[in-house]
């Protein structure tokens, strides 16, 4: 029996973390720039927390929530998940214990759903790959019912429904599985106002219910006042400031405070 008083291991652990790209070379005597994306990130976080990351366009959130979630190699440093190794470049059958653990939602629906499948058939994806016991079928209805999509949905084609409809289709597919970590890449920037909303209380209740912990990137600081616990504030590939959520309130460091100022009044 785990005691109470016990810390339980962080959900994640980012250790060092960088990441270059090299850029396409200008000339044929020269090799290409090298871009540092993430310079040197340590960031710990705790299981069941929820954390927003935020930061200037080009800063290195993207990146960041790339490594963190094993779709990418850190070019040095390294990412344990519960204190195990996370390992981008694993096979798909070593890093099923991590896929099963995790569920991703990204910002465009439309590119991140094969239009050749049917509704069904992608959000059943993660529990054919991930070998997940139990009526797939079943699963999906659930989940597409929780998502508030209609009774035929798992029939039909990502391109009959609407953006906001797709994302929540995407949404079904990342917690289909009922991963202990989801993470949010711009989730809701594509979105109208109205449906952006709906889709900020569908990631509240699925976080909730599955008690997982949220790693959440976006620009916009209101939907991480919304969703979010902690904050940490990225520039140039750095973590300059992490904290509670309400240090948004108070923000001390001059890259916050522009953040802050630059962010539009929720209605
Ligand atoms: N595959 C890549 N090849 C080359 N450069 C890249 C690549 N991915 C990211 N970068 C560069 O790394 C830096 C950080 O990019 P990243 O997308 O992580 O930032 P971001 O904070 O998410 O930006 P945005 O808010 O605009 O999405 C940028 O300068 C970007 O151009």
């Known amino acids: 029996m785990t005691n109470p008083d016990t810390p339980t291991e962080p959900a994640l652990v980012g250790s060092d973390l960088r990441r270059t790209y090299r850029l396409p070379r200008r000339s044929p005597f020269e090799p290409g720039a090298v871009r540092t994306a993430v310079d040197g990130v340590d960031l710990t976080v705790a299981a069941g927390s929820r954390l927003g990351i935020v930061g200037e366009s080009g800063s290195g959130k993207s990146t960041l929530v790339r490594l963190l979630a094993g779709l990418e190699a850190p070019t040095t440093g390294t990412v344990h998940a519960s204190g195990r190794l996370v390992d981008a470049r694993a096979s798909a059958v070593s890093s099923r214990w991590f896929r099963r653990e995790t569920g991703i939602v990204f910002q465009d629906p439309v590119a991140s759903l094969d239009p050749r499948m049917r509704v069904g058939a992608i959000v059943a994806e993660p529990l054919r790959a991930l070998r997940v016991?139990?009526?797939?079928?079943?699963?999906?209805?659930?989940?597409?019912?929780?998502?508030?999509?209609?009774?035929?949905?798992?029939?039909?084609?990502?391109?009959?429904?609407?953006?906001?409809?797709?994302?929540?289709?995407?949404?079904?597919?990342?917690?289909?599985?009922?991963?202990?970590?989801?993470?949010?890449?711009?989730?809701?920037?594509?979105?109208?106002?109205?449906?952006?909303?709906?889709?900020?209380?569908?990631?509240?209740?699925?976080?909730?219910d599955l008690g997982a912990t949220l790693v959440l990137v976006s620009h916009d600081i209101g939907v991480v006042q919304r969703l979010c616990d902690t904050v940490a504030v990225m520039s140039a590939g750095r973590i300059v400031e992490h904290g509670p959520v309400s240090l948004l309130d108070a923000p001390t460091h001059e890259v916050t405070r522009a953040l802050v100022a630059a962010a539009p009044t929720l209605p």
């Open 133 to 208: 016991e139990g009526g797939h079928r079943a699963m999906v209805a659930a989940v597409l019912e929780r998502v508030d999509l209609p009774a035929d949905a798992a029939d039909r084609y990502p391109h009959e429904f609407s953006g906001g409809q797709r994302q929540r289709i995407a949404i079904a597919r990342a917690v289909v599985h009922r991963p202990r970590i989801l993470f949010g890449d711009e989730p809701m920037s594509a979105l109208d106002v109205v449906v952006r909303a709906r889709v900020i209380d569908l990631f509240r209740s699925f976080v909730d």
